[in-house]
């Protein structure tokens, strides 16, 4: 199936449908400025709710996580869908059949993978041991960045976010709808030559115990071979699959990287459709085992830097929040390009990058970056 959206670049400011004021910093695809959604959230909430439902209809996903009172409940990642008979999931992954969830296993999984050599773009790049070597001898092959090894790039298609503003909003037309490819089948990819595996997607945590599951068998087969299990994640999983995570990363010298979206739950939820609270108490629950594995560094954050919205403010409170858990922690402010529904707004201004970049320094933390320069102007 291929899904059309039809592209929101006006070339004219948008109107906020709360305040009336017109900016070229507010999404039509939300209609909404930052600041009625920081401080009027609940009589804007109807107009968040519409925008997402009208983002996920295309993709014939639910508009919210089902709560059926006597469906089947799924509790892999935040929204802890109840599905009703026949019903599905929040993801799209699973389906409620004579009351057992069938769709996405242990063993089966939507997902495809390709090989990236390294160094590569990875988030965590600037720290992690393909891109300079931390942790040798121990986790990396060499010194240096790692020449000659590559990443086995594993994507997922499916996510429990609805990011408005998403990089890889294509997926949606694949989540549920594709092959289902065993757990087997993705170790078998690990060849001599890869060094680090990395699920990311849309998001691997709707999918975590099949990750889980290919890791391990991916790291039995390469016995005696440095292979690094890495995630990149809105870090939604139940905390019980996160604990998982922690022992395959920290055993392989893997990193895990956090996508911190927004500060404000309010900024969060108009963005993402979901709340950020899971993915904070699961930021601080890894913030705990930072010190075990200093090089190369467990846990690693990052923001996208989404004009009108994440801001100095969003970033000023996220970068309190990390520094104040471990500020050794390494944090990537992201430059933004508009995709998906938010392509009427801009790339990342400079003086905004700039701006967000001395406020995570002014909140104490050692080690910030910014990422993706060539999309500034």
Known sequence: MRIRLQSLATGTPAKCQHCGKESPLISGSLGLCSDCIRHHFDEVLPTIKQSHCKAREPFALPPYPPRAEAGKTCRICVNECSIAEGGVGYCGLRTNIEGKLKGATANLANVSWYYDLLPTNCVADWVCPGGTGAGYPDFAYRRGVERGYKNLAVFFQACSFDCLFCQNWHFRQQAGRRPWVTASKLAEAVVESTSCICFFGGDPTPQLPYAIYASRLALKKSQG????????????MHPALLKQMVVLSLNSGG?????LKAWSDEIHIALCGISNQRTLDNFRFLAGFTKIRPSPPLLVASTLLVPGYVDKEEVAGIAAFVSSLDHDIPYTLLAFCPDFLMTDLPATFRQQANECLE?????GLKRVRLGNIHLLH
């Not at 071979?225 to 939604?236: A, D, F, M, P």
């Not at 406020?359 to 909140?363: C, M, S």
């Open 255 to 259: 990193c895990i990287k956090f996508d």
């Open 359 to 363: 406020a995570a320094r002014a909140a």
């Open 225 to 236: 071979h440095i292979l690094r299990i890495c995630w990149e994640t809105n870090g939604s």
